[in-house]
């Protein structure tokens, strides 16, 4: 059985990047407003999913 290997292309990986800085951004302002909103588990789940995938997967330097 072959084995899957995963590799990330920088091009991505840099949008993945530019995403998860964006969405925390959000994250925080509205963590400041000090209200419970669904928007603060949104912005805050694809941060913290767009950070694991660039810290995990290898990029693709080829």
């Known amino acids: 059985m072959p084995a899957i290997n995963f590799q990330l292309p920088p091009l991505l990986a840099t949008a993945l990047f530019i995403l998860a800085v964006i969405a ?3 994250f925080r302002k509205e ?7 669904w928007a603060r588990w949104l912005y ?3 941060a913290a999913i767009c950070l694991l995938v660039v810290a995990f997967i ?3 330097l080829s």
């Open 31 to 37: 963590w400041k407003k000090e209200k419970v909103s």
């Open 58 to 60: 290898p990029l693709d």
């Open 24 to 26: 925390g951004h959000r």
């Open 44 to 46: 805050g789940c694809t």
